[in-house]
T-cell receptor
Framework: DTEVTQTPKHLVMGMTNKKSLKCEQH?????MYWYKQKAKKPPELMFV???????INESVPSRFSPECPNSSLLNLHLHALQPEDSALYLC????????????????FGPGTRLTVL | SQQGEEDPQALSIQEGENATMNCSYK?????LQWYRQNSGRGLVHLIL?????REKHSGRLRVTLDTSKKSSSLLITASRAADTASYFC??????????????FGKGNQVVVIP
């Protein structure tokens, strides 16, 4: 299974709502990522989990809260978002670079299209 | 911050023609990767070239890497309508061991006209 799944595919939420994005992989990867992507722009790294521990937080506002319950799952909890947070949110996974430093191909999910009203 | 930066070109070519796009980066790297993204979808890994390699082929793809110029090119030969997509290069940073971070370039939009 070389697939990364993300749910939901689309999400519309108000600025006072609380919602969660989910990501799952069964490739045995021990690094998982959240990216934010605006239209016609490259993905921007938000968070990296390595062996289920948060290893990188790219100064993301606290209204985004990541969680890695186990090695296969990654969540992104959303609360009090702003309209400018509307974007495509991508999850990815890879072998951990500490194990295979020269080979860190990332496998991406299809993304969640988030609209904040 | 992004260290991979392509020339911000939008390419429009006829089916059967070749498409070439470039990428430049700023720091020393372990490897450079190219990804494709169809409209509004996730990214798909195309090819990885290690810092000690100069050229690599995969099917209709040819990637070159010039570490002295900190640049790479991706050539797609005999393009097809299905190659219409955005193409991103991505680099790691050899200064930071094992931090799993990739920096994506700005991307090239390629349109292949049937």
């Amino acid at each position: 299974d070389t697939e990364v799944t993300q749910t939901p595919k689309h999400l519309v939420m108000g600025m006072t709502n609380k919602k969660s994005l989910k990501c799952e992989q069964h490739m045995g990867h021990r690094a998982m990522y959240w990216y934010k992507q605006k239209a016609k722009k490259p993905p921007e790294l938000m968070f990296v989990y390595s062996y289920e521990k948060l290893s990188i937080n790219e100064s993301v506002p606290s209204r985004f809260s990541p969680e890695c319950p186990n090695s296969s799952l990654l969540n992104l909890h959303l609360h009090a978002l702003q309209p400018e947070d509307s974007a495509l949110y991508l999850c990815a996974s890879s072998q951990n670079q500490r194990q295979v430093i020269s080979y860190n191909e990332q496998f991406f999910g299809p993304g969640t299209r988030l609209t904040v009203l | 911050s992004q260290q991979g930066e392509e020339d911000p070109q939008a390419l429009s070519i006829q089916e059967g023609e070749n498409a070439t796009m470039n990428c430049s980066y700023k720091t020393s790297i372990n490897n450079l990767q190219w990804y494709r993204q169809n409209s509004g979808r996730g990214l798909v890994h195309l090819i990885l070239i290690r810092s000690n390699e100069r050229e690599k082929h995969s099917g209709r793809l040819r990637v070159t890497l010039d570490t002295s110029k900190k640049s790479s090119s991706l050539l797609i030969t005999a393009s097809r309508a299905a190659d219409t997509a955005s193409y991103f290069c991505a680099t790691d940073d050899a200064r930071y061991y094992g931090n799993n971070r990739l920096a994506f370039g700005k991307g090239n939009q390629v349109v292949v006209i049937p």
